[in-house]
């Protein structure tokens, strides 16, 4: 499966980007998907998922509310809509799928879980 990130770019806060993630490869509609980030000098953290039939999602508690994540099945595309971005959503963001199944929000915030990366797209938020 190869990843393929893209939307990102420079937004003042309260602005909103769009990321999506394209997939090309083995069966995409069974995996599980996320979107991480990492700001500099910081771990790379969790900020949403989809479960692999797009009927179960998680959130970090600091996006929830402002983003929202959806996957397009027939475009092979998942999507991160981020609204009232904040100085502190700047980071990288790197879309991963896993090959194996995920059950419950452990699993999914686990980054170790996933197998497959995207390149990441930088997301910057400016006052």
């Known amino acids: 499966v190869q990843l393929q990130a893209s939307g990102g770019g420079l937004v003042q806060a309260g602005g909103s980007l769009r990321l999506s993630c394209a997939a090309s490869g083995r069966t995409f509609s069974t995996y599980a998907m996320g979107w991480f980030r990492q700001a500099p000098g910081k771990e790379r953290e969790f900020v949403a998922a989809i479960s692999g039939g797009g009927g179960t999602v998680y959130y970090t508690d600091s996006v929830k509310g402002r983003f929202t994540i959806s996957r397009d099945t027939a475009r092979n595309t998942v999507y991160l809509q981020m609204n009232s971005l904040r100085l502190e959503d700047t980071a990288v963001y790197y879309c991963?799928?896993?090959?194996?199944?995920?059950?419950?929000?452990?699993?999914?915030?686990?980054?170790?879980?996933?197998?497959?990366w995207g390149q990441g797209t930088l997301v910057t938020v400016s006052s």
């Open positions: 991963a799928s896993a090959r194996t199944p995920l059950w419950g929000k452990r699993s999914f915030e686990d980054r170790g879980k996933y197998d497959y």
